[in-house]
């Protein structure tokens, strides 16, 4: 099984040919290809289907690994969600804590994106998924009693670092990961891209040791990890790459296309 992260991993600017052509040729010989990406499922699925890519029957798991579902048929195989009371417990400390700190926080409770109204103009910044606007997100998830799958916080590096360091040391039931220099996206502990890759490894009776993930960011560091033999692509981060076995070729010079052409001749 190969697992590659979505964004400036396989897709920079475009999903190359040879990208296509080598994922269509691995699962034509029996492999089985996934997605891990931070993106809702109908994000991911539109950018795919701008590429002609919509009918790969391949696993795709979102939101930082808090989902797994089948490409193909949008089935929901796995759900990793951040259970109401405890988002409500840390948004309340988050708001107490840092609202004089220039962040803007949106959640995610199914595929809208969810933020206060007076935060739209900072997201868009990032951005450009659907957006629900509520009043107040406390309220709302004191109204709603929904689980959630991640929220996402933006902000100062310095504050960020903060909030991450909070995370770790109050909210045991709670990760996080840094998938963008001003972005902190928080989810489950029992999410994550790497406890995503063994649970669906794990179902489909695939040993770790004969999985291959490639990615390019902080966030993609625990499926590097987990996997037998982790990949960063040639424009990772630094921290990235040291935590990889082997370095690839660039996302825009196919670097994706490159390790899975590999795999397929056995020479990884």
């Given amino acids: 099984m190969i697992v590659s992260d979505f964004d400036n991993t ?3 600017h475009t ?23 931070g993106r809702p499922y109908t994000s991911l699925k539109m950018t795919m289907s701008q590429f002609g890519l919509q009918n790969l029957d391949i696993f795709v798991m979102c939101y930082q690994g808090a989902t797994t ?3 193909l048929t949008g089935e929901l195989i796995f759900e990793k969600k951040l259970a109401n009371k405890i988002a409500l417990d840390w948004l309340k ?13 949106s959640m995610y409770a199914g595929e809208k994106m969810l933020v206060e109204k007076n935060a739209k103009q900072n997201l868009i910044k990032l951005t450009d998924e659907n957006f629900q606007e509520v009043d107040s997100l406390v309220e709302y998830l004191q109204s709603s009693k929904m689980d959630l799958y991640k929220f996402c916080v933006i902000g100062d590096e310095h504050t960020l670092l903060s909030l991450q360091s ?21 989810t489950s502990s029992h999410a994550g891209k790497g406890n995503m890759v063994s649970t669906l490894a794990q179902s489909l009776n695939i040993d770790l040791s004969s999985v291959i993930c490639i990615g ?3 966030n993609d560091i625990s499926m590097l990890q987990c996997a037998g033999l982790g ?14 076995t082997l370095i690839a070729p660039d996302c825009d010079d196919d670097g994706v296309a490159y390790i899975i052409n590999k795999a397929i001749l056995g020479q990884l």
């Fill in 10 to 12: 396989l897709y920079g």
């Fill in 15 to 37: 999903v190359s040919v040879t990208s296509k052509k080598a994922i269509l040729e691995y699962i034509k010989k029996g492999g089985i290809f996934a997605i891990s990406t």
């Fill in 69 to 71: 579902q089948r490409q």
């Fill in 93 to 105: 400390s988050v708001y107490r804590n840092y609202k004089n700190d220039n962040i803007c926080i």
């Fill in 166 to 186: 909070q995370v770790e040391r109050e909210f045991a039931n709670m990760q996080f990961c840094i998938s963008h220099p001003n972005l902190l996206e928080v």
């Fill in 216 to 218: 390019d960011n902080q």
């Fill in 231 to 244: 990949v960063a692509v040639g424009n990772a981060r630094e921290d990235v790459k040291q935590c990889a």
